[in-house]
């Protein structure tokens, strides 16, 4: 192996969000760091300084701070954390020389400003610095701290690693190994959701806002913005900032100033609506005065070119590195409904009605659309951000401070693009858990990342990215009418229990059409529609509607109803209301022949009908304000059942176990990381490895490849059988022809000298040159060929695929994905989501086969990808799968550098 590099690793500099929501940057120390370093140890408190060099030093001599910033990279690496110019943390490790069967070790420390202790800056530099550590071959970490040092000793212990401790001389002796496990990821993954919700909380909930651009021009931006702010009742202090302001002017009844740095105290938000050139001064100002966050309607950026681009990514490199989350460019604003918020920094004139659904859009030309959705169908939002060229916060932000938001009950994302689906995958699935999360995702043709973001073309078909949101939990839907259909179910009803659907209604064709549009999305009605007469009233529908609610095998409700007359009948939209209140199961109705149909309430203390069938959002109450339980009305049964039927998937998915991260005996990760690093060594560029050594690689993972040897002629067959025992089969090596036995490409079960001498001259006439190199290899038991893989995406990251080989892959495209690391409960449904799935399970009368053992590969397969991104590409085909175990009959394995995941195992903002 050579020896790493010198050079300073710019991949390992990151944006962070820490503890409080405020953010820093972490990156290697530099030998300019100098006069820096000396100023973090001269702000430290005597304690600190003691804790950290176990003597008193006021200050470091030239000769420590030249040791301190002249570093390697390799065998001495020091990060350092940056808040605005000022350095706020360091940490070091210094590597001991290695010894023969050991793990390889170095000793650690870290030192945390006293004025930032308490923000979780210890442990966002372990887990880079154990990261960078890991990169250089070193596994294990070693410290010595002092009794008294208890906030050392907590990063340590609270970090997720085993650590061991010992005590001599005085000094605590502290060691623990620093690959990641299950816990470390998810302690690191909790801190992450926190960090990051919290800063997201500083956007959406300001105590004071400034608004930057503000205008007298009513028909400006800036002034669109401070009136919106106005009139939807901000309850905390508001600002205004013009650069042409007279002294002592106000607008709207605000106070305006000429900058940003005239603010009386520090405001939490600023929004800001000035001419693209102008905005970076601004964010400079805005740091300056310890600005918390920042909305940036301005347009002007990515979306107009290189130089365009340059502005916006200095905008968030400003912003990052004095502690601000950023929303926009090109954003269209933020909500908060709460009333005790009522945060209206957006350009939406009026404010949607309060309510539980959290909404997030990547395009701000769309986002009006949304917020008009919502506005006619009277849905409560809780809150929303247009992420606009999503240059910093993003749905994943978005997620992260849903999770724990109380107002929330359900989420919906309008993506353009999935920028880290990795992350995406992992953080909605935690969400999920807990709440639904509806989304549009468009451009079904491609993904890829909006303007702004560094360009990683994926090279997955988007049936990964339909397997990924489905892995997730996410409930997919095609448009906005679609976004809203589902919300209403979710957010208004219960969780249907399962897929038993009573249909009732006063019309035949519509419980027809209803009836049929279950079937098509897989629920079953149960016992037939439920009619009563066209002429029935309120009472007689509803005793139809109690002994639906009733039947103990109905899981939900789709009730229709035909007014007799085209008057709105209100007093059955309270019927249908209050029996699906009291029968307390999923409940979803059509109305025909009315208009903005959108729910049946009934009303607070009164129990009466507001809105209500063809009230709409019309109504005087309108659906969704007041007080009552709502219930989702459409249009139409065939809305009504597609939206009742992704809610029914979801409950399904939700109430599934998770399953547990495989974790198979006998993968042993260091080994399978030589081979790698030892043919990257001698290929830095990339190779497809040689068979013996993509047998020795998977073999270190417990992935055991069926032995072969290739041939030239009759004579070297009949060797190479005497070496690896019958009976035998002979195949072609060609890619066209090789395991294809329509095609004469293969013989198998070869028992003899006699039998291999025939099948070859067989072959040599059959094919021609295309038999001049033949392999010989051992007889698998029979069973069905399957096609397990894994890919190093530049997006997604590791994809593992799996599909039943022949014509179902080949012609059909029928192949499963899943994006690691993957749980048991991942690889048996990627293993049965593919069509060609039943013929492993006794298909048509055939024996069962060891699925098991076919699942095994495949776990082993994606914990093989998920830790080694240098795998680029490997493919085991066939995998053939017998009554009694799987066989690996080839295997190709191709290796390139890492790119860098975009979901890395260190938190990190991304760029």
Not at 196 to 211: F, G, H, I, K, N
Not at 389 to 398: E, F, I, K, T, Y
Not at 587 to 593: A, D, E, K, N
Not at 874 to 889: D, I, K, T, Y
Request: net charge negative; hydrophobic share 45%; aromatic share 4%.
């Amino acid at each position: 192996m050579t020896s790493p590099p010198v050079g300073y690793p710019t991949r390992w500099e990151a944006d962070v969000a820490l503890r409080d929501g405020g953010t820093a940057h972490v990156r290697p120390i530099r030998p300019s760091d100098a006069d820096a370093v000396a100023a973090f140890h001269s702000r430290q408190s005597e304690e600190s300084r003691y804790l950290r060099f176990f003597a008193p030093m006021p200050r470091l001599s030239e000769r420590d701070l030249t040791r301190f910033t002249h570093v390697d990279h390799a065998e001495r690496v020091a990060l350092v954390a940056t808040v605005g110019d000022d350095i706020v943390g360091i940490a070091r490790y210094d590597a001991a020389p290695p010894r023969p069967g050991r793990p390889r070790a170095a000793e650690v420390a870290f030192n945390i400003s006293d004025a930032h202790q308490g923000r979780g800056l210890g442990s966002v530099l372990l887990e880079h610095l154990a990261a960078a550590a890991r990169e250089r071959g070193v596994q294990r970490f070693t410290a010595d701290v002092l009794p008294q040092n208890a906030k050392m000793i907590a990063v340590f212990r609270e970090a997720g690693f085993e650590v061991r401790q010992g005590y001599s001389d005085g000094v605590l002796e502290v060691s623990f190994a620093i690959d990641p496990t299950e816990r470390s990821l998810d302690v690191m993954r909790a801190r992450e959701q926190r960090a990051e919700a919290r800063s997201v909380t500083a956007l959406l909930s300001p105590s004071s806002v400034v608004v930057v651009g503000a205008s007298r021009d009513v028909g400006s931006v800036g002034h669109r913005l401070l009136a919106d702010l106005v009139t939807g009742g901000f309850t905390g202090a508001l600002h205004a900032v013009n650069a042409d302001a007279a002294p002592g002017q106000e607008l709207l009844g605000v106070p305006v100033l000429r900058s940003v740095r005239e603010l009386p105290g520090p405001a939490d938000l600023a929004v800001v609506a000035v001419p693209p050139a102008a905005v970076v001064g601004v964010v400079g100002d805005c740091a300056a005065t310890g600005v918390r966050g920042l909305v940036v309607v301005s347009s002007g950026f990515a979306e107009t070119g290189p130089d365009g681009l340059a502005l916006q990514r200095e905008l968030v490199r400003i912003a990052r590195a004095n502690g601000m989350r950023v929303v926009g460019p090109n954003s269209f604003g933020v909500l908060n409904t709460d009333p005790a918020v009522r945060l209206n920094a957006s350009l939406a004139q009026e404010m949607p009605p309060a309510g539980r659904f959290g909404l997030f859009s990547q395009s701000g030309a769309l986002a009006l659309t949304v917020l008009s959705s919502v506005q006619r169908r009277g849905l409560g939002v809780s809150t929303f951000v247009s992420a606009g060229n999503r240059a910093d916060v993003s749905g994943n932000d978005l997620m992260q401070f849903w999770h724990d938001d109380e107002a929330t009950a359900a989420v919906g994302l309008y993506l353009e693009s999935i920028g880290n689906p990795r992350k995406f995958s992992r953080v909605a699935r935690r969400l999920a858990r807990r709440k639904p999360v509806v989304v549009v995702k468009s451009g079904a043709s491609g993904f890829g990342v909006p303007p702004g973001h560094a360009v990683r073309a994926s090279r997955v078909p988007f049936e990964a990215v339909e397997n990924m949101l489905r892995q997730a939990g996410v409930i997919r839907v095609e448009n906005v009418h679609q976004l809203f259909d589902v919300a209403q179910v979710a957010v208004q009803q219960p969780l249907p229990q399962g897929s038993r659907v009573a249909v009732v209604g006063n019309s035949d064709a519509l419980e027809t059409l209803a009836a049929d549009a279950c079937v098509s999305w897989g629920l079953r009605v149960v016992h037939g529609p439920r009619s009563v007469h066209p002429e029935a009233g309120a009472e007689e529908f509803t005793d139809a509607l109690r002994a639906a609610f009733a039947d103990p095998e109905v899981d939900a409700v789709v009730a229709s109803w035909v007014p007799p007359t085209a008057a709105v009948d209100a007093e059955v939209a309270a019927a249908v209301a209050r029996t699906a209140a009291e029968g307390g199961k999923t409940c979803v109705t059509c109305f025909l022949g009315t208009r903005s149909v959108s729910a049946s309430r009934v009303g607070g203390a009164g129990g009466g009908a507001g809105g209500g069938a063809g009230g709409g959002a019309d109504g005087p109450e309108g659906p969704g304000a007041g007080e009552g339980h709502v219930v989702p009305s459409y249009p139409t049964p065939e809305d009504a059942v597609r939206a009742l039927a992704a809610v029914v998937r979801y409950a399904h998915w939700r109430r599934k176990d998770p399953g547990h991260l495989v974790t198979p005996e006998g993968v042993d990760l260091h080994a399978a990381r030589a081979v790698v690093e030892d043919a990257l060594a001698e290929h830095p560029d990339g190779v497809e490895l040689p068979r013996a050594t993509a047998v020795r690689l998977l073999a270190a993972v417990g992935v055991a490849v069926l032995p072969r040897e290739e041939v030239h002629g009759v004579e070297e067959a009949l060797a190479a059988a005497e070496r690896l025992g019958w009976p035998l089969a002979l195949k072609t090596v060609g890619e066209e022809l090789a395991g294809r036995q329509d095609l004469r490409g293969v013989r198998l079960g070869l028992t003899g000298p006699d039998a291999l001498r025939t099948a070859v001259a067989e072959m040599r006439a059959a094919l021609g040159e295309s038999a001049d190199t033949l392999v010989v290899q051992p007889m698998a038991p029979l069973g069905v060929p399957c096609l397990v893989a894994s890919s190093e995406d530049p997006l997604f990251g590791p994809v593992v695929r799996f599909g039943v080989e022949g014509d179902p892959v080949d012609l059909l495209g029928d192949v499963g994905y899943r994006i690691p690391p993957l749980t048991d409960v991942d690889v048996a449904d990627l293993v049965r989501s593919v069509k060609a799935a039943p013929k492993l399970f006794g298909h048509r009368g055939a024996p069962a086969l060891d699925v098991a053992a076919l699942e095994d590969v495949v776990a082993r397969v994606s914990v093989l990808a998920d830790h080694l991104p240098e795998v680029a590409e490997l493919r085991l085909s066939p995998v053939l799968v017998a009554e009694r175990g799987a066989a690996v009959l080839d295997a190709v394995v191709v290796l390139a550098p890492p790119q860098g995941r975009a979901d890395p195992d260190r938190r990190t903002l991304p760029l």
